[in-house]
């Protein structure tokens, strides 16, 4: 069959699944939907009529007592996290309130007990000194954390109040730029080399760019603004400074070029470098974060959409007359799924546009959505009713959401942010460029995951998986066993689960960050390892299991030394990738994966994960050919071996 | 009529078919183990938000880490300005550097963390602050900077009050607060509340439409039951399980340390909410024609309705956040009362509009 007849049956399966759609849509929908709106609308308008300042989650969290003729009065009740009370020095030791900014006439020592320890009692913050106002917080973790909210409202109130002055060199005496420049470690091996040219010469050694080029980024973008003075040469007396200065204007310059560009940068000016101290702020991309948050919203309702379709089919056999129709399973996979694909990169696209993303925003987040309709895809295959893929769609929204979100926060502190693609699109909208490396480096495993997961769910596109009602781990297993075809094979499986082993040894480390680390260590390196063992073992037991292989031992230590061999050669693959793509990285992956990806230094500690990988492989492997009870126990120990392995290499290194 | 039969009709009723309806529906999602799926999202989300808490105040509050400290190079003509202006901090220790190019040294040589360079210009002070690129430290180093030159600014101010219209107000002092520490109560915390919610409505609208469209309501209808009966039952069990879930997560919050005042009142909203979220999920269902549309409808719905709720004084997660930080005033507990009352409205309105579906027309 042609390609192009197969491109034009995928696209009519595509058509229908589109024309489907829209007559669902009919008009009792539609005006539920108006109504709908209305009444949001109504809410909403309803609570903007009554004049309320909403849209705080943090609304009257603090409760402050304080007399309503107190110069502090309207910073409180200005502030959305602070309410104004009546000021009662009882309340601040009952817990009604958490803290009191009172003249400091009526402060007398407090004393009482608080959970059983003395001396506990109202914590006195001290006067004031420019009135007579003095401050108590109440002696709890709350009570400190409304004494700082209450603290950087006061900032805010004098900024607000500065910002009104006639006098500007009154106002703001302070005008900060902000720089960032490399630091090699304190030990100073790099360090000592580079502060000898920046003392001796003048002219730039380490600068990449002259001065002159520098001084028209700033000059440029920053047009008339007083504070580019500091930059010009003529400024000061020490020339020497300014070459190292250089280095950084065109680092940081760009940057201000592109938030200029941008629709919402009066709303929302993240990572500023220049102004009044009120105005520079830490590199935390928080407004980079918000948009790119947004990219991730669309796609929790296309999955709905998706999931609903897919499972749709498998409901009183509607899917048969696909499925006996003369066209391949993947063909009609591909057609169901490319609307909704399309209508992602529609969605993404906008976006992009709208938040004032380019290109590779649009690059970067493709792989997302794909990762999104490839989980929902499967989990439709499985689910065996709508409640159960609902309970799947929150699963994958929450669980890819996280994935993607957390590691973006971290954009500007870490490399290892990279393992999400968000982290590109906020790179992008602060301005930061990005190489091919970390590109690939971050899409590739949604790309080749996707890919593994779709594949998956092809192999159970048939009549006896989609129409009954199997169990969801038999569904798995059928759909594994689905893909396999001779010993190699399982091999190729093997070393293909690397980026889920990935994700999952990921997720594992975060959720178990926040435990001791006496506990954590410990338990991080068994939960690696049981990750690592249940994916070398779990195709082989599947393979078992439908009588595709057969349950000899010669054929299960087989099995189990080519599953430890693919696993390891996928393995040591991801982790020349990484030092070759990254290589600030090599850091970050000893974290990572203690075990396989160590610094392989001599042959020994090269070929140690591999004979561990085979071994451990072949013990589940054994286990697997008698029952799933034996397969377990043989798991368990293969486990074992594995976490024992992990901590003496661990060991070895600390 | 006496209070013995009373209560017997009551027991009687209550051992209706609702109930055999509503404990069919829990039997069938545990069956499907859906119900352990949604723990461990709730899991996953509460392990993922104390790491996302844990990593925000190291990063942001010093103060976290034990004797943290960072040797701030102060150079230039505005020197002493800057160094007095740091004698505040507990964790910037600000040095004196003769030269621009001592100060880059030290810097380059780990000796310092930051390099203020000053100068006067203009009856001002302009300082030119370097940071580490790319550090782990960056953040931190930028923030604790920031609050010394926002010192020197306030200094700077107070000698030139003269000039100044308004004076500016006086700063309390910093006590090491935990500037996140309202993230648990006014981010997380609502979550874990209200997603159980969003899901049970969720799985209401598949409970009913899924009926409908696999045509097993015709069966249920064969039975001596009305479909305000059956409703009912699927709308209790939803109800019954999205507190309790709450409730669950509220008490391993407890656990982890953090305190969750007014347990009583939050389980009351979390109930009232799911009223009304199911309440509106079945509505949905039975108006809207098929599964798809009415999944779109339910889920932008409620999204819409929960985001203009928050335009309203006593919105849900508001409210959520002041009963379990201890904050609550007597609005708040009237808010969980209004919500109690839209909550029986909701259920009223619902099944009057179930006794006038035709089942035989869904």
């Given at each position: 069959m042609s390609l192009r007849t197969r491109l034009r049956r995928i696209w009519r399966i595509a058509r229908w699944e589109v024309s489907l759609g829209s007559t669902s849509l009919d008009r009792q929908t539609l005006l539920a939907g108006v109504a709908l709106l209305l009444l949001a609308g109504g809410i909403a308008g309803a609570g903007l009529a009554l004049g309320v300042d909403g849209l705080s989650p943090t609304q009257d969290i603090y409760r402050v007592g304080i007399d309503d003729d107190s110069p502090y009065y309207n910073v409180v009740a200005d502030h959305a996290a602070l309410s104004p009370q009546e000021p009662d020095r009882e309340k601040l030791e009952t817990g009604e309130l958490d803290l009191i900014v009172a003249p400091a006439g009526n402060s007398g020592t407090v004393s009482l007990t608080v959970g059983g320890d003395d001396g506990e009692g109202v914590v006195e913050a001290g006067a004031l000194g420019q009135s007579t106002v003095s401050v108590a917080h109440a002696p709890t973790e709350k009570g400190t954390a409304a004494l700082t909210s209450f603290r950087a409202a006061v900032q805010g109130y004098n900024d607000r109040l500065m910002a009104l002055e006639p006098n500007r060199t009154a106002a703001y005496p302070v005008s900060v730029r902000l720089q960032y420049r490399p630091q090699s470690s304190p030990t100073g091996a790099r360090g000592g080399g580079s502060s000898e040219t920046d003392a001796g010469s003048?002219?730039?050694?380490?600068?990449?760019?002259?001065d002159g080029a520098a001084d028209d980024g700033s000059d440029g973008s920053n047009g008339g603004s007083d504070n580019d003075q500091s930059t010009?040469?003529?400024?000061?007396?020490?020339s020497t400074g300014d070459a190292n200065l250089d280095v950084d204007d065109e680092r940081d310059d760009p940057d201000v070029d592109n938030d200029d560009d941008s629709l919402l940068d009066g709303l929302l000016s993240g990572g500023n470098s220049q102004g009044s101290p009120a105005e520079i702020s830490p590199p935390f991309p928080f407004s980079s974060l918000v948009l790119a948050f947004v990219f991730l919203v669309p796609m929790n309702f296309i999955i709905q959409a998706y999931g609903g379709t897919i499972l749709n089919e498998r409901i009183n056999r509607r899917g048969e007359l696909l499925l006996v129709a003369p066209i391949q399973r993947l063909d009609i996979v591909a057609g169901k799924t490319l609307p909704y694909l399309l209508a992602a990169v529609v969605a993404i696209t906008g976006i992009s546009l709208g938040v004032g993303g380019g290109l590779l925003s649009v690059a970067a987040v493709l792989p997302i959505a794909l990762a999104f309709l490839a989980s929902t895809f499967v989990g439709a295959m499985f689910a065996r009713s709508f409640k159960e893929l609902t309970f799947v769609t929150v699963t994958v929204s929450v669980f890819l959401t996280t994935y993607v979100f957390v590691p973006a926060i971290f954009t500007n502190v870490t490399?290892?942010?990279?393992?999400?693609?968000l982290t590109l699109v906020v790179m992008e909208l602060q301005g930061e460029a990005v190489g091919l490396g970390g590109y690939v480096f971050a899409t590739a495993p949604f790309f080749l995951g996707s890919t593994i997961l779709f594949l998956l769910g092809v192999g159970v596109y048939r009549e006896e998986d989609m129409f009954t009602q199997k169990p969801v781990p038999l569904k798995f297993l059928d759909a594994i066993d689905a893909r396999l075809?001779?010993?190699?094979s399982v091999a190729v499986a093997s070393a293909l689960t690397i980026p889920f082993v990935f994700i999952g040894e990921l997720l594992a480390i975060a959720a178990l960050y926040v435990m001791p680390i006496e506990i954590t260590v410990p338990l991080i390196l068994v939960t690696i390892a049981a990750i690592e063992e249940v994916a070398k073992s779990i195709h082989i037991y599947a393979g078992i299991e439908s009588d595709r292989f057969d349950r000899s031992i010669k054929t299960a230590l087989l099995l189990g030394g080519l599953s430890g061999l693919g696993f390891f050669v996928g393995e040591k693959f991801t982790a020349i990738a990484q030092i070759v793509g990254l290589p600030e990285l090599v850091l970050g992956q000893a974290t990572l994966t203690?075990?396989?990806?160590?610094?392989?230094?001599?042959l020994a500690l090269f070929l140690g994960p591999l004979v561990l990988h085979t071994v451990t492989a072949a013990i589940s492997a054994l286990g697997a050919r008698k029952d799933f009870r034996w397969y377990l126990v043989a798991m368990l120990a293969a486990t074992l071996v594995h976490a024992a392995y992990n901590f003496a290499v661990v060991s070895a290194y600390v | 009529m006496s209070e013995q039969g009373v209560v017997e009709r009551l027991r009687a009723r209550l051992r209706s078919q609702r109930l055999t309806i509503a404990k069919r529906e829990l039997q069938v999602l545990s069956r499907e183990k859906t119900i352990v799926l949604a723990l461990v999202i709730q899991l996953f989300v509460a392990g993922f938000s104390g790491f996302l808490v844990v990593g925000l105040v190291s990063l942001y509050d010093p103060g976290s880490v034990e004797g943290y400290g960072i040797d701030a190079a102060v150079t230039g003509e505005a020197s002493d300005e800057m160094l007095a202006a740091m004698d505040d901090s507990d964790t910037l220790t600000g040095t004196e550097y003769d030269s621009r190019a001592a100060a880059f040294e030290a810097f380059d040589e780990g000796r310092a963390q930051a390099v203020f360079d000053t100068a006067l210009r203009e009856d001002r002070i302009t300082v030119t602050l370097t940071a580490p690129e790319g550090s782990i430290e960056t953040t931190l180093v930028v923030a604790e900077s920031q609050e010394a030159l926002r010192a020197l600014e306030r200094q700077q101010r107070t000698e030139r009050a003269a000039s100044l219209e308004v004076i500016p107000l006086d700063l309390p002092p910093d006590r090491g607060g935990n500037p996140y520490f309202d993230f648990t109560y006014t981010v997380l915390l609502p979550l874990l509340v209200f997603l159980p919610v969003f899901i049970s409505g969720s799985i209401a609208v598949d409970s009913i439409t899924e009926e409908v469209d696999r045509g097993t309501l015709e069966l249920l209808r064969?039975?001596?039951?009305?479909l305000t009966q059956i409703v009912d039952g699927k709308a209790l069990a939803m109800i019954i399980l999205a507190p309790l879930q709450a409730m669950t997560w509220l008490a391993l919050l407890s656990l982890n340390g953090v305190s969750v005042a007014n347990g009583a009142w939050l389980f009351l909203l979390a109930t009232a909410a799911t009223v009304v979220v199911v309440a509106f999920a079945i509505g949905i269902s039975l108006v809207a024609s098929d599964r798809r549309s009415a999944q779109l409808l339910f889920s932008v719905g409620v999204l819409l309705l929960f985001a203009a709720a928050s335009f309203l004084p006593g919105s849900p997660a508001n409210t959520a956040a002041l009963l379990a930080i201890d904050s609550a005033t007597a609005s708040t507990y009237a808010a969980v009362v209004g919500y109690l009352v839209a909550a029986v409205g909701a259920a009223a309105v619902v099944r009057w509009l179930t006794g006038q579906v035709d089942p035989n027309e869904l």
């Open positions: 003048d002219d730039g050694t380490d600068t990449e760019g002259g010009d040469d003529d400024t000061n007396d020490g490399p290892i942010a990279l393992i999400s693609p075809r001779g010993p190699k203690p075990a396989g990806v160590t610094p392989a230094t001599t | 064969v039975a001596p039951v009305s």
